[in-house]
């Protein structure tokens, strides 16, 4: 079936550094892809719709400035977490559909990436 | 997107059958059902879809009534393994509908016993 990754699964870094987190789609194209964030024993917060080619599509509440997004490709969109602060230590998480699975619905996610910011 | 609500969590034994029910009032015309499964660390699983009736496959089944202000997920037979939190999503999950976004409820932690 069709799988997202997401690299690194887990990554720590300093106070004020940036951290790229990478979704990528392995056997499938996918046009559009969700970055969601989730804290401990919380629900998935979807954060943006990142869109191929064109700029991505903000949550209420989700500074874009911080949460860079790129779609740059039809199997990579990548979150950016400018100037990084404790709060923002979370537990990030891409998806994508494959557009050819035809009403299925089925919407793959990757393994996540936890961020822990000193 | 259709808001759903699920109880927050429930507790079961191994070898139970466990039914998990979604409320769902304001399901539009277009709205499929689908539930995933999250255990920690993880990203969510997909478990099963359906649109009316009933679906079964090979680990779950999901029953809609007619007026499809709900749905139930039917899990035969637990095992510890099955100790996850279960989301019911609602959505336009149609063939030309791959740029909806998908929103998740609480979802339900289910907790299996020995």
């Known amino acids: 079936g069709a799988v997202v990754s997401q690299h690194p699964s887990r990554v720590i870094c300093k106070s004020g550094t940036s951290v790229k987190i990478e979704c990528r789609s392995l056997?499938?194209?996918?046009?559009?892809m969700f970055w969601y964030r989730q804290f401990p024993k919380q629900s998935l917060m979807l954060m943006a719709t990142?869109?191929?080619?064109?700029?991505?599509?903000?949550e209420q509440g989700v500074e874009k400035d911080k949460f860079l997004i790129n779609h740059a490709s039809l199997t990579l969109s990548t979150l950016t977490v400018t100037s990084a602060h404790p709060e923002d230590s979370s537990f990030y998480i891409c998806?994508?559909?494959?557009?050819?699975?035809?009403?299925?619905?089925?919407?793959?996610f990757g393994e996540g990436s936890r961020l822990t910011v000193l | 997107l259709a808001k759903t609500t699920q109880p927050i969590s429930m507790d079961s034994y191994e070898g139970q059958e466990v039914n998990i029910t979604c409320s769902h009032n304001?399901?539009?015309?277009?709205?499929?059902i689908t539930w995933y499964q999250q255990f920690p660390s993880q990203g969510p699983r997909f478990i099963i879809q359906g649109y009316k009736t009933k679906v079964t496959n090979e680990v779950a089944s999901l029953f809609i009534p007619a007026d499809r202000k709900s749905s139930t997920l039917s899990l035969p037979r637990v095992s510890l393994s099955d100790t996850a939190v279960y989301y019911c999503l609602v959505g336009d999950f149609g063939q030309y509908s791959s740029a909806s976004k998908i929103i998740f409820g609480s979802g339900t932690r289910l907790s299996i016993r020995p």
């Open positions: 304001n399901i539009a015309t277009n709205d499929y």
């Open positions: 056997d499938f194209q996918a046009t559009t």
């Open positions: 998806s994508a559909r494959d557009a050819g699975t035809a009403n299925t619905g089925e919407l793959f």
């Open positions: 990142s869109n191929e080619g064109s700029k991505a599509t903000y």
